[in-house]
Each structure stands twice: as C-alpha cells, then as structure tokens.
C-alpha cells in the first residue's frame, strides 16, 4: 500500500481534482472540508473522509490521527484550502480579511505543523501548500487575498529552510485563475464582473484544475532528494 495524502479542501476545485488523481494512482486518502457530503459523495476506495474547519487546529488534527491509525504516518500534506474574497481595502469589510488569514494562512499552519514533527523524525515527507500568482505578483482588488498568499510563500520558504537538514521538502505551488467555485464567494458582484470580464477579454479558460492536480502529483513522485520548491503554473493566455 502506497503513503497515506492527506488533502484539506478537497470537496471542490483543485482538492476534489487532487482527491481523484491520487486515488487513480492508488494512494490512500484523508480528505477535509466543511461539506463532508460532497466528500462522501465521490465515493473513493481506501479513503476517509472528515468534516473539518481547517481554523480548528483541534480538529484537523483528530482528523489527521484516525487516518494515520489506519493508514500509517502522513506522507504527503497538501494545504489547499482556502477562500478568496475580492475587495478594495478603502473599502472592504475586514471581517472578509480576517476570514482569509484565518483560512488561507492559519489552516496551512496547523496542516504543517501537525504533520512536521513526525516527518522530521523519519527524515522523510512532504508539505505541499497552495499559493497563488497572487502570492508572488500584485493584482488590484486583491489586497487582503494576496496579504494571504504572499504569507503563504513566505511561510512555505521559512519552512523549508528549517526541514531541508532533516529530509522533508516543503512546496509551494502558485497557480493563475483556474475555473473552481473560487471566485464565487466574492460578494461584490462587480468585482465578479470584472473578475469574469478579464477572463473573456483574455482568453483564459483552457487550464484546468486536473491540470493542477497532475502537476502536483508529478512533483511530488519526484524522488525525497529533489525539491521542485516553488511552481508557478497558469493559463497560457493570462498576462500577468
Ligand atoms: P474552491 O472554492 O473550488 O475550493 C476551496 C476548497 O476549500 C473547498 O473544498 C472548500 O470546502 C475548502 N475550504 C474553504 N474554507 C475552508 C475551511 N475553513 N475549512 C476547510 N475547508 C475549507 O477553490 P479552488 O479549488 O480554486 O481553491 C483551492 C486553493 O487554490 C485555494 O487555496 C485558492 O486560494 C487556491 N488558488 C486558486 C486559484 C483559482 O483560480 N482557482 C488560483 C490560485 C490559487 P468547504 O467549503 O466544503 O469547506
């Protein structure tokens, strides 16, 4: 039996494309989200499925241990879970901002750090936190959502300082505007609209999240030796 993955927000988008593409390749799973039904409802062989908020440190963690009994010790983490909520800082509700630090950088946290310890005592392991072109370049509208993703890559990198001596590689993976239920939680709808607006003007639309998720995998089967740190991977159209 291949090393248990665990994947948190795997119940859409990049997570549920990840959550089919490891199980494919025969990896057994524990997949988190807060709609634990969608979940369930892909009905995938030797994976366990678990209502988790990742702001709960507590219970990603209770989440992380039932698996690790049945299927040994995490080999591979990936911190997908995440919101964007598009605003202006004039004038954004800071509640929205609190709600992507708390997702985006606290629950990449507990998913590390969870997990570290034991990996550094086996020498052996990988953490796979999902950033965003918006982590390495700025986008208007999009101040508190890049603040959240820049932490990602500056966290991601610290870490990987820090575990590279014991063997475990620490990933970041940037990707650029891919169709998921992502942008559907922005609340203002002409942020969506130019949000949507610029997709048709530039002809973004061929990468998908299966794209992602292959890549991801890919990375990871490299061998512990090669850590392919950071990835940047968009839509050949996108233009920034
Ligand atoms: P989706 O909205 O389709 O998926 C987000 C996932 O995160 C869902 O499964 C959702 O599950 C989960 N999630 C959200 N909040 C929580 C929470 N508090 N606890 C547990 N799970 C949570 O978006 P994507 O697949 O696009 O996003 C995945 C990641 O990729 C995010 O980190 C996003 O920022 C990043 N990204 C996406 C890009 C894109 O264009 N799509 C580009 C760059 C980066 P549930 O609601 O069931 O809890």
């Known amino acids: 039996m291949k090393k248990l993955v665990v994947i948190t927000g795997a119940s859409s988008g990049f997570g549920k494309a990840l959550a089919l593409e490891f199980n494919k390749a025969g990896y057994p799973l524990l997949l988190v989200a807060r709609r634990v039904e969608l979940l369930k409802e892909l009905n995938l062989s030797n994976t366990i499925c678990e209502k988790v908020d990742v702001t709960n440190r507590e219970s990603l963690e209770t989440a992380i241990r039932k698996a690790e009994q049945i299927y040994g010790e995490t080999d591979l983490i990936i911190n997908n879970a995440g919101l964007m909520l598009l605003g202006?800082?004039?004038?954004?509700?800071?509640?929205?901002?609190?709600?992507?630090?708390?997702?985006?950088v606290m629950g990449v946290m507990h998913g590390m750090q969870i997990v570290m310890n034991d990996m550094k005592k086996r020498q052996c392991g990988t953490i796979i936190n999902i950033s965003s072109i918006a982590g390495v370049k700025p986008f208007g509208n999009h101040?508190?959502?890049?603040?959240?993703?820049?932490?990602?890559?500056g966290l991601s990198e610290v870490a990987r300082g820090e575990l590279s001596s014991h063997n475990v590689r620490v990933m970041r993976i940037c990707p650029g505007a891919v169709d998921t239920e992502l942008v559907h939680h922005t609340t203002s709808d002409e942020l969506k609209d130019a949000y949507f607006g610029w997709k048709e003007a530039t002809g973004v639309g061929s990468i998908t999240a299966n794209d992602v998720a292959k890549t991801i995998k890919f990375a990871y089967e490299l061998p512990q030796g090669v850590n392919l740190r950071e990835i940047q991977i968009a839509d050949t159209k996108q233009d920034a």
């Open 88 to 104: 202006n800082l004039e004038t954004q509700n800071p509640s929205e901002w609190q709600k992507m630090l708390d997702v985006n």
């Open 143 to 153: 101040a508190a959502y890049c603040a959240s993703k820049y932490g990602v890559v």
